[in-house]
């Protein structure tokens, strides 16, 4: 997780030294947005924006016009005026939801023509929860492929927790692929740090993964991965996860490869991926046998039979440092059954409920008895 953190800060430095945004000559190949629900989206999409991503729109979509404020340079748009009249929704997932509805035209207009949306939410709250899985199904709809980015509360936040399963559910019906992200697991990595911190640090993460993947996809690469190529390996991709590494040893690609492994956001089984898109960024040395080797090590990772797409790009200003970017896309991980082991338990242990023996019913249907029947 030392190396999360490290990552979390070093796309925020490059951006500095280049003075800012990223240039303005590149031309996004397709049409990506951000849209930000809730207060966590709202955070992360704001993050975004200050580290300069200017080859994709991002959105902040809230309730709460102050809860809106954080997203700062983002575009904001508020849904719901007359559900919560600009005010929250109270921790009720059905507010939430029932504010998208209520906006349905303005969320349409919203992902109108978009090639590739991203739905970002933390889960627990009343707009993100309720209101996400309307946004995703809005622009699946209109013809986005949907890539929900979904955040689990601390489960110290029980009040939250409890509307997990449900909203985990709703999300994996609403988009093709949704990337799980287990605050919890961030937060035993850096167990001296306070909760407060763990949920920035854990907002960098989740910002620099979202920018990772929109650079794959958008911006030239040495070797280019084209939306098509994206589009069919997260489409019905199911659970996701997302892992980076990097590395500047004399075997950096073999390492970034074991880092991207070992720090995904979520506890995964790789070897049941359907899919995976990797992305290698490396200096002016970077070799081609170097990008062959990380294709190579992934591939023997997640099975023979996974889709892979896999793209590369020159960065002149790495330092030397070999950057892997993976999304595995139909793993095997709790969030596939969340919520079912729980409800097939109830369903075989029905007799356990009942503490009365077995007693005979004795009840007349009306109907003749036949003894002694033969063919």
């Known amino acids: 997780m030392a190396k999360l953190r490290r990552q979390a800060t070093t796309r925020r430095s490059v951006r500095r030294r280049k003075g800012g945004l990223a240039s303005d000559s590149v031309t996004p190949r397709c049409r990506i947005v951000v849209l930000g629900i809730g207060g966590a989206g709202n955070r992360i999409v704001g993050r975004l924006v200050d580290d300069g991503v200017s080859v994709t729109e991002c959105i902040a979509v ?8 954080s997203a700062d340079k983002a ?13 929250s929704a109270g921790g009720n997932p059905a507010a939430g939801r029932a504010a998208a509805q209520e906006s349905k035209e303005l969320i349409e207009s919203l992902v109108e023509n978009v090639d590739v949306a991203f739905v970002v939410v933390g889960l627990g709250g009343g707009t ?22 979904v955040a689990t509360p601390f489960k110290a936040e029980e009040y939250r927790v409890g509307f997990v399963p449900e909203a985990v559910s709703a999300m994996r019906g609403a988009c093709d692929t949704v990337i799980v992200v287990d605050h919890d697991k961030i937060r035993r990595e850096v167990p001296e740090l306070p909760v407060g911190e763990v949920r920035k640090l854990a907002d960098q993460i989740v910002a620099n993964m979202i920018e990772n993947i929109v650079e794959t996809v958008s911006e030239p690469s040495l070797i280019n991965v084209d939306i098509a190529d994206f589009k069919s390996v997260v489409r019905e991709g199911g659970v996701a996860a997302v892992g980076m590494g990097e590395s500047d040893a004399p075997n950096r690609a073999e390492e970034a490869v074991r880092n991207a492994l070992s720090t995904p956001l979520l506890n995964v089984d790789y070897a049941s991926a359907t899919g995976a898109l990797i992305h290698v960024s490396g200096d002016l040395n970077m070799t081609v046998q170097e990008v062959d080797r990380v294709k190579e090590l992934v591939a023997d990772s997640i099975g023979r039979s996974a889709k892979v797409v896999w793209g590369a790009r020159v960065n002149p200003s790495s330092g030397g440092i070999l950057k892997v970017t993976l999304v595995m896309t139909g793993v095997n991980s709790p969030y ?8 097939i338990n109830e369903l075989y242990d029905l007799e356990s409920s009942y503490s009365e023996s077995e007693k005979p019913l004795h009840v007349d249907f009306g109907l003749d008895q036949i003894e002694g029947f033969e063919e």
């Not at 993100?128 to 949907?146: C, H, I, N, S």
């Open 75 to 87: 575009r904001k748009v508020l849904i719901g005026e007359k559900v919560t009249r600009g005010l």
């Open 128 to 149: 993100g929860t309720g209101a996400a899985p309307v946004v995703a199904e809005t622009a699946r709809r209109k013809g986005a492929v949907v890539v929900g980015v």
């Open 62 to 69: 809230n309730t709460d016009l102050k809860d809106l404020n």
């Open 336 to 343: 596939m059954h969340f919520g079912l082991d729980n409800m």
